[in-house]
């Protein structure tokens, strides 16, 4: 990975860059219009793709009302294919009420790297997960929001990321939809993981596309359960961009 590290550019907001002689990320997003689904500029809409994820454990997304805007956010990703989740949004001066986002009789998890083992013998149907979705700065802000509301868990997630639209701050840190596909694996979900990884993974493909970024985005599917299981899909991304390029 340390060689893929070194050809990858990173722009100061901390995404990836466009390969060399593509447009750069500002005027692609200022200019592009973009599905209402997916948030994909039309070539690249991935809805066809697009299905469900059965999550027995209900899951609620706490986003930092800056990650709102991006479509790269994979806090809303869970909210398109995880049919029970929920977005909160976060801003310091507002304030959170526990009423509003803590469902009775569940318990709640609140996944952080700095919490208590994963508990054993949690049965998912009496799970709730709340993600904190935003840079890690802005996720220790709200988690000091919400200390108190329930267990904060960390996670036994190890590897590396997949979630290659943002540099990540570090060895072993993960993105908001990454800790979710941890924790269904952890719990034993083994169609859910599965599932959500797939939907994962189209996200960051396509994403990687829209910016134009080709030589990564052929890297990152070369792993990906994307090509096995969406071959038609695929097929018609790679038309529309064979459609482009002679024009």
Known sequence: MAERARKVRVDRGGFVAPD?????????????PRCPHCQLPPRWCICEGIYPVDCPVKVDVLMHHMEQWRPSST????????????????????GLERAAIVQP??????????????PA???????????????????????R?????????????????????????????????????????????????????????LHVYAGLCSR?????AAEYLADSPV??????????LARHRARDTDR
């Open 20 to 32: 060399a002689m593509t447009m750069a990320r500002s005027v692609v997003l200022n200019s592009s």
């Open 75 to 94: 806090g809303h990703l869970l909210k398109r294919v995880v049919p029970t989740a929920d977005i909160h949004l976060y801003r310091r001066e507002r």
């Open 105 to 118: 009789g569940k318990t709640l998890w609140v996944l952080h790297p700095l919490g208590e083992p994963l």
């Open 121 to 143: 013998n949690e049965t998912p149907e009496n799970l709730q997960v709340l993600l904190l979705d935003g840079t890690w700065r802005q996720a220790g802000d709200m988690m």
């Open 145 to 201: 929001a919400v200390e108190g509301w329930g267990r904060r868990v960390s996670l036994p997630m190890t590897g590396e990321s997949r979630y290659w639209l943002r540099s990540q701050a570090g060895a072993g840190k993960f993105c908001t939809a990454e800790a979710l596909i941890f924790l269904l694996a952890a719990l034993g979900l083994e169609k859910a993981h599965a599932d959500l990884r797939l939907q994962f993974e």
């Open 212 to 216: 134009g970024a080709k030589a990564l």
């Open 227 to 236: 090509r096995a299981a969406l071959p038609a899909l695929l097929d018609n």
